[in-house]
């Protein structure tokens, strides 16, 4: 692991260097520091009937890094979304730390967890989601 990552780790987390070394291989690769170049966005396409208030062109801002950009967001977190968003970050960071390009050739866009009234829910959401370069 970087060296660089397992400082901010002991200074962030106050882990200590046994609990550091015992990190594993998955969870490192996650700790790239290529991660903290980019965050990764989900933005409203459609929103019909939404309980939660997402309107089209309100977004969903994760880092970069790991945590929800509570300044570049600008919808409220809603539990129906972040189930499916998170599988999405996940295939996006593996991507930029394989260094592909994260934007290409991969499903685009999501739906929240209800499915509509036509389907037995009340509202439904559908996000595009993409990574952007932070900074």
Request: proline share 7%; hydrophobic share 40%.
């Amino acid at each position: 692991m970087d060296e660089l990552v397992r400082s901010a780790l002991r200074q962030r987390l106050g882990m200590t260097e046994e609990q550091l070394d015992r990190i594993p291989p998955g969870i490192q690769k996650v700790l790239s520091p290529k991660l903290l170049s980019y965050k990764i966005v989900a933005e409203v396409t459609e929103s019909v009937l939404c309980p939660g208030g997402f309107k089209v062109g309100d977004r969903l801002v994760v880092g970069p890094g790991t945590n929800v950009n509570v300044q570049e967001t600008t919808c409220p977190l809603c539990i129906g979304v972040l189930g499916p968003m998170m599988e999405r970050v996940h295939l996006l960071w593996d991507r930029i730390v394989e260094g592909v390009d994260p934007n290409e050739g991969w499903l685009r866009h999501l739906v929240c967890y209800d499915p509509g009234l036509e389907k037995g829910g009340l509202g439904s959401v559908t996000f595009k989601v993409y990574a952007e370069k932070a900074g």
